[in-house]
């Protein structure tokens, strides 16, 4: 009987041990995903300034090609 009980005692303990290894993990992987939730958040405003940047650039290109072919335009109309 104390045989059962020395092996119930074991199993206890290991199971006691898996849990504080599980814990930990849980924390670590707890950890991990809050940096990269933050890090998701960064490029996702890194993202979205860059598209703003980039539209920004956009409309100025288009401006000045607007301005320039009016210019072709002018120089067309003058020389017929």
Do not use: P, W, Y
């Not at 045989?3 to 504080?20: H, T």
């Not at 979205?48 to 539209?55: C, D, F």
């Not at 100025?60 to 120089?75: G, N």
């Amino acid at each position: 009987m104390a045989d059962k009980f020395e092996q119930l005692a074991q199993k206890f303990e290991r199971l006691l041990q898996l849990v504080e290894t599980l814990k930990a993990e849980n924390k670590t992987i707890r950890d991990d995903n809050t940096r990269l939730r933050s890090e998701l958040t960064r490029l996702q405003t890194e993202l979205a300034k860059t598209r703003a940047s980039g539209n920004d650039q956009s409309d100025q290109i288009r401006s000045r090609l607007t301005a320039v072919l009016a210019h072709v335009h002018e120089l067309e109309s003058l020389t017929r």
